[in-house]
């Protein structure tokens, strides 16, 4: 186990470096702000697995003593935090939501509060491969690697937020549309 925990963080320290240097021909806030997210997170993702390794080494090294029990449960208890905080449920980069469908309700993470969902809020946008500056091909190699499922989604909490933010992306004035719309062709 060691030897493929060795490799990983490696192979994590090495992507995180090439996040880091992704960044710098990054031109909008939106990429950077995510790349800076992704960065943070393999760090976290190095210092698990360097934990991992650490646990390892002490249980090899407790092997025929009376410490080996509790190096075994030290080491167990990293490998289990590893896979329960990477592992079971996406991470996300950008925004994220938690939705109960059997109560119906879900998680406003801006105020901390759970609200009533009636109708498709909230509504989850996931951000366009090419809106990322290249992260995109990274974060499919960090997945491959490491097994850790990554999302990079906008969540808007109403349908007006998710009305405006479109408006926005598509660089018309909804006013302006509309009226030419209604003047008809010439």
């Not at 989850?124 to 097994?147: N, R, W, Y």
């Not at 479109?166 to 030419?180: I, L, N, Q, R, V």
Request: glycine residues 6%.
């Amino acid at each position: 186990m060691a030897h493929n925990t060795l490799m990983l963080i490696a192979q994590l320290s090495g992507l995180r470096i090439l996040v880091l240097a992704n960044r710098l021909g990054c031109d909008t806030e939106l990429a950077r702000n995510v790349h800076d997210t992704l960065a943070a997170k393999l760090a976290e993702m190095i210092g698990a697995q360097r934990k991992i390794l650490a646990a390892d080494r002490a249980l090899a090294a407790a092997r025929g003593t009376a410490e080996k029990e509790d190096a075994f449960y030290d080491q167990h208890h990293y490998q289990t935090a590893w896979y329960e905080t990477w592992l079971i449920e996406q991470v996300p980069l950008l925004d994220n939501y938690l939705v109960d469908d059997l109560s119906r309700e879900y998680f406003d993470f801006r105020t901390g509060e759970w609200h009533h969902r009636d109708g498709e809020v909230p509504i989850v946008v996931p951000v366009p491969a090419e809106k990322l500056c290249g992260l995109a091909k990274i974060i499919t190699e960090i997945e491959d690697i490491s097994g850790v499922s990554v999302t990079v989604d906008q969540v808007y909490y109403s349908e007006a937020e998710a009305e405006a933010a479109w408006w926005e992306s598509t660089g018309e004035d909804p006013e302006t549309f509309f009226a030419m719309e209604e003047a008809g062709p010439n």
